[in-house]
Each structure stands twice: as C-alpha cells, then as structure tokens.
C-alpha cells in the first residue's frame, strides 16, 4: 500500500469515529480523473461524463456533467449518504 494510501485510510477511521452515525460537518473533495463521452441509451444523446475518486473509500465512480453543475458540483458520497463530496472541478 503506498503511503498516500495509508493516510487516506488513517483519516478515514479518524472521521468514521468522529461522526459515527451522522453526516460530516463539510463536504469532501473528490480528484478529477478524466471525462468519457457516452450515448444515452434511451435518447441516443451523448452525455459527458466525469470520472473521479471517493477520497474515502478510494472508489471511482462517474457523474453525468449536467447533473453536476446542476447539484453546484456536490453530490452525496455514492458509498455513504450521509456524507457529502465536492466535485472537483474538470482540468481545462
């Protein structure tokens, strides 16, 4: 496990504990990974879509870009909802 593994757990456990049972005070920021371009299987549409990992659960997990900037980029954690994550903004 690299370092940056181990911390990310180490802060895990430390807010786990901390909140047990209730939702964080703030919202976590995600990273950004890249953008993919699918159709929407019902419209033919194509949608973008961004890809980013859950700072604490290490996940990656994809968010249709509409949605979003509709949401003000925070979304509830697709692991916990009790816990809210900024979305890191696309790099130009």
């Known amino acids: 496990m690299s370092r ?4 990310d757990r180490l802060v ?3 807010l ?9 005070p703030f919202p976590m920021k995600t990273r950004f990974l890249l953008e993919i371009t699918v159709a929407d299987p019902d419209t033919g549409d194509l949608v973008v879509i961004e890809i980013h990992k859950d700072p604490l659960t290490g996940a990656l ?3 249709d870009r509409c ?6 980029r925070q979304i509830a954690s697709p692991s916990d909802p009790r816990i809210f994550l900024h979305l890191a903004e696309p790099c130009p």
């Open 61 to 63: 997990f994809g968010v």
């Open 4 to 7: 940056n593994g181990d911390a």
């Open 67 to 72: 949605t979003a900037e509709k949401q003000s």
């Open 16 to 24: 786990e504990s901390r909140f047990r049972g209730r939702s964080l």
């Open 12 to 14: 895990r456990r430390s």
